[in-house]
C-alpha cells in the first residue's frame, strides 16, 4: 500500500536550518510530481512547495523562497525539504503530499518549532 | 492567486444531522476542486476531487457539487467519526491554494 513516512523536524533556531525527508513506498515514486504542505499552530493549511517527477522544476510559496530548497531522491524514493534561515513563523506541522491533480496521499507529519 | 473562501468556519451539529460546508473561488477553477479532512494527529485525508468524484473508500453520505466558482461538501448524516476540520482546495492554477477550513463540532 501506498506509505509516505516522514522524519526530521524538531526544534530549530531562529537563522538556523532544519531538514525534512519523506520516505515513499507502495508505489512507483518517480511518476509523481511532490509537494509540501504546512500548518502553523491554531491556521489553516497552507501550500509550500512542489517538485516535479524528474526533479527538474521546482515552485516555492513566496513565504518562503529563497530559503527553503524541495529536492528528490528518485534511486531511494525520497522526498526532501531543506529550510535555511529558518523564522518564527515556519513554526507549523509539515506534510509531504503526492499529487495527482488533488493530494491523494499524505504523510503523517513533522513538527518544526522555531524558537530559541 | 486565486483565494478561496470557505463557510462556515465553525459549525456546531449534532450526529444524524445533515451539513453543508460551502467554497467560493475568486475566479473560475473550473471543477479543479479537492476536499480534504483534517483530524488532530492523522494525516489529512482526500474525500472528494474533481469537485465531485468520491475518493475510493470514501462513505457515499460525503458528497460534492459545484463548478466554475461556488461549491459545496455535503455530508447527509453526520457520524461521530466526522467531526473534523474540512478543508477545499482549488488545483487548476499554481500556487494550489486551500480555504480557511471548517471545523465541524458536537453541538
Known amino acids: 500500500q501506498v506509505q509516505l513516512v516522514q522524519s526530521g523536524g524538531g526544534v530549530g533556531q531562529p537563522g538556523r536550518s532544519l531538514r525534512l525527508s519523506c520516505a515513499a513506498s507502495g508505489f512507483t515514486f518517480r511518476n509523481f510530481d511532490m509537494h509540501w504542505v504546512r500548518q502553523a499552530p491554531g491556521k489553516g493549511l497552507e501550500w509550500v512547495a512542489v517538485?516535479?517527477?524528474?526533479?527538474?522544476?521546482?515552485y516555492y510559496a513566496d513565504s518562503v523562497k529563497g530559503r527553503f530548497t524541495i529536492s528528490r531522491d528518485n534511486s531511494n524514493n525520497t522526498l526532501y525539504l531543506q529550510m535555511n534561515s529558518l523564522r518564527s513563523e515556519d513554526t507549523a506541522m509539515f506534510y509531504c503530499a503526492r499529487a495527482l491533480g488533488p493530494f491523494d496521499y499524505w504523510g503523517q507529519g513533522a513538527l518544526v518549532t522555531v524558537s530559541s | 492567486d486565486i483565494q478561496m473562501t470557505q463557510s462556515p468556519s465553525t459549525l456546531s451539529a449534532s450526529v444524524g444531522d445533515r451539513v453543508t460546508i460551502t467554497c467560493r473561488a475568486s475566479q473560475s477553477i473550473s471543477a479543479w476542486l479537492a476536499w480534504y479532512q483534517l483530524k488532530p494527529g492523522e494525516a489529512p485525508k482526500l474525500l472528494i476531487y474533481k469537485a465531485s468524484s468520491l475518493e475510493n473508500g470514501v462513505p457515499s453520505r460525503f458528497r460534492g457539487s459545484g463548478s466554475g466558482t461556488e461549491f459545496t461538501l455535503t455530508i447527509s448524516s453526520l457520524q461521530p467519526d466526522d467531526f473534523a476540520t474540512y478543508y477545499c482546495q482549488q488545483y487548476n492554477n499554481a500556487p494550489l491554494t486551500f480555504g480557511g477550513g471548517t471545523k465541524v463540532e458536537i453541538k
Open positions: 517538485i516535479s517527477k524528474d526533479g527538474n522544476t521546482k
